[in-house]
């Protein structure tokens, strides 16, 4: 599924600020279980590899909440830290907010709905997509929902940036069936 809603999103390009041709910078926020840190690893390779750059402590150009609709409380940490970031967004016009993963899958439209600031808002089967999505965001001048319901590319062939050098994850499923057992 796709859908396509205005958004506030600005003009510049992808990867870089087209005012001082400085890379874009990346936040990844996770809410929810083991799987969720595994493929929060996966949406930062993803970033990475498509030119953004770990934000170090500003605030970051693209934050990345990826949602997990097993674990209590979830969508009210999502929903709280949205709504913190409405403000932010607004004096920054050029920030981009994407919302991925499991809650993300479920919830849909709700999430446009609750927070129309959002400029992505993607599910766990195309978590690849992340940078073309705000690519076509910013190129659109409007929000991108995309859901698909089987993988599009396997995650394991997606570039990864490992929190741990010393420890990685062994993917047992992809996706959410709501019976989490990680």
Not at 24 to 32: A, E, K, P, S, W
Not at 155 to 177: A, E, F, H
Request: glycine share 8%.
């Amino acid at each position: 599924m796709s859908l396509t809603i205005p958004s506030p999103a600005s003009g510049t390009t992808p990867s870089a600020d087209s005012a001082l041709q400085q890379p874009r910078t990346y936040q990844v926020r996770t809410f929810g279980c083991q799987m969720n840190v595994h493929d929060s690893e996966r949406m930062a390779g993803m970033l990475e590899d498509a030119g953004y750059v770990p934000a170090s402590g500003e605030q970051a150009d693209v934050v990345v909440f990826n949602t997990c609709a097993v674990r209590e409380n979830a969508d009210n940490k999502l929903y709280g830290n949205l709504g913190m970031l409405a403000p932010v967004k607004a004096a920054n016009p050029g920030m981009q907010i994407a919302v991925g993963g499991c809650l993300a899958q479920k919830d849909r439209e709700t999430i446009l709905k609750r927070a129309p600031w959002v400029d992505a808002v993607f599910g766990t089967h195309n978590v690849g997509a992340l940078p073309a999505l705000l690519d076509r965001a910013r190129h659109n001048n409007e929000a991108q929902l995309e859901i698909l319901e089987s993988l599009d590319v396997f995650p394991s062939t997606l570039p990864t940036k490992r929190d741990s050098v010393y420890s990685g994850w062994v993917s047992i499923s992809v996706g959410c069936n709501n019976t989490c057992t990680f």
